[in-house]
């Protein structure tokens, strides 16, 4: 780990730059295979693109869980990694293996059920049963996902951003490949349409966890952090302590991605156009998003490193750099939608109604941007200390004690209408927002001093 030569402020945030920018492209390069998936599958048939939008729903619902308990090696890596302590490293690492081994048990229970939980929420049976073929195609792939998913955490947590970003991008190649194989009956297959879409995205899945686990052999990526496999590697010790840091991760994470998935059904019940101009918008936020997203995952890596090695006050220093980025990348977006609220909607859709409801949502889009921003860092400065917790506490009173039912309450009780929705998530950003950064200001330095000398001890201990 080294340290930022320099303006400490400077050095701070290009450190973080060189963290967040491969995550980001990487996190990019994830968004553009589903982006392809969806233009590959809308040539099959409307029903197609709507039963792959329902089984993505159960889909991303489901992994959200499994993998936000696997965010749980943050801390646990960085901080290993920090201290220089290569054994602990490599053991949570297997705890994040074998935990990923009983989640895709958990997950591929789940997905078997998929057309059957999708009928029973209300969807067509017959769209049902195609979102059910498209899941169940996906099953073998589950192991791969996850596995390949603690990996990464582990590789990220050490400052090794890039093998991932690679292999992700190098797998787009092979998604558009095996979609075009599979979906359209080329090279002497049979024509499958959706199915023939999930065949591809489990292959790429599988293809992606071999090349970034053989990457990680060829390149020796894990010399210095890893230990044999032993009855050591399954101590339930180590699966408790991943669980503690992972399930409130999840929690987070999910309360996040249902209350978006909720404001979709508010925004439905307003009309078609409004739910077109809403889902738009949220696009486009989504896309902003992976940039501090990508820097969340810097600053656990960064503050985690430096309280493993003993430095509270700069792991502090390194958490303000990482918010204040945050929320200045996400300023300049919000900037763009404010100037550009004409232009942005254009690329989606050329329907007039349409055009006008997203231009009039942007600027209230544009401060939700800058508050978004700041909480998916101060998560990411959570995690790399640790305490996970006051986020999911924050995520809960946020969105669905303020925001959803604000929003609901403007949106159909008033003249409001979708902008109203879209003013109650922006208030319930903002709470979380600022509660997380006034927990980090009030409670961050004595947290850290304490990390930090537990470290120390395990140090001297080594």
């Not at 978006?260 to 101009?277: D, E, M």
Request: proline share 4%; charged share 10%.
């Amino acid at each position: 780990m080294s340290r930022p030569e320099g303006s400490p402020i400077r050095g701070e945030a290009r450190h973080l730059l060189r963290l967040a920018v491969p995550v980001v492209l990487g996190l990019l390069g994830t968004m553009m295979m589903g982006f392809v998936d969806t233009l590959m599958v809308g040539r099959v048939s409307v029903e197609a693109l709507a039963a792959a939008a329902i089984a993505n729903f159960w889909i991303f619902a489901t992994l959200h869980g499994a993998t936000g308990i696997l965010f749980g090696l943050d801390p646990l890596v960085s901080q290993a990694h920090g201290a220089g302590d290569g054994e602990r490293a490599g053991r949570a690492l297997q705890s994040g293996v074998v935990l990923a081994g009983l989640l895709s048990i958990v997950l591929m229970a789940l997905w078997a059920m998929s057309g059957t939980v999708l009928t029973a929420l209300g969807q067509d049976p017959a769209l049902a049963a195609e979102a059910h073929a498209y899941t169940w195609v996906q099953i073998p792939s589950i192991p791969f996902l996850l596995g390949s998913a603690a990996l990464r955490q582990y590789l990220q947590a050490r400052e090794l951003v890039r093998p991932a970003m690679w292999v992700v991008l190098v797998a787009n190649l092979w998604n558009v490949f095996f979609n075009w194989v599979f979906i359209f009956g080329n090279l002497g297959m049979p024509a499958l349409g959706l199915e023939g879409a999930g065949i591809a995205t489990s292959l790429t899945r599988v293809l992606s966890a071999l090349a970034l686990f053989g990457l990680v052999r060829s390149r020796g990526y894990h010399r210095g952090a890893w230990m044999p496999w032993s009855w050591q590697s399954f101590d339930p010790a180590g699966l408790r302590a991943l669980l503690a840091l992972g399930v409130p991760i999840a929690l987070q994470m999910g309360l996040e991605m249902w209350a978006f998935s909720g404001s979709n059904l508010i925004a439905g019940w307003l009309g078609a156009p409004q739910l077109a101009a809403h889902t738009i918008v949220l696009n486009l936020a989504s896309i902003t998003f992976m940039v501090p997203l990508g820097i969340s995952q810097g600053a656990a890596v960064r503050v985690g490193n430096l309280l493993g090695a003993g430095r509270p006050s700069q792991a502090r220093m390194a958490s303000w750099v990482a918010i204040a980025m945050g929320a200045a990348v996400m300023t300049v977006s919000a900037t763009a939608f404010v100037v550009l609220r004409e232009v942005l909607p254009a690329a989606y859709t050329k329907d007039a109604t349409v055009l006008a409801l997203a231009a009039s949502i942007l600027p209230v889009a544009a401060a939700f941007q800058v508050f978004d921003g700041t909480q998916a860092v101060a998560c990411g400065v959570l995690r790399g200390m640790g305490k996970p917790r006051p986020a999911a506490v924050f995520n809960l009173i946020g969105y669905w004690v303020l925001a959803l039912p604000i929003g609901t309450w403007l949106a159909l009780r008033t003249d409001a209408g979708l902008a109203g929705l879209w003013w109650g998530l922006a208030g319930g950003l903002c709470l979380v927002a600022v509660g997380l950064v006034i927990w980090i200001r009030a409670r961050a330095q004595r947290v850290l001093d304490q990390l930090a000398s537990r470290a120390m001890a395990d140090r001297d201990a080594l």
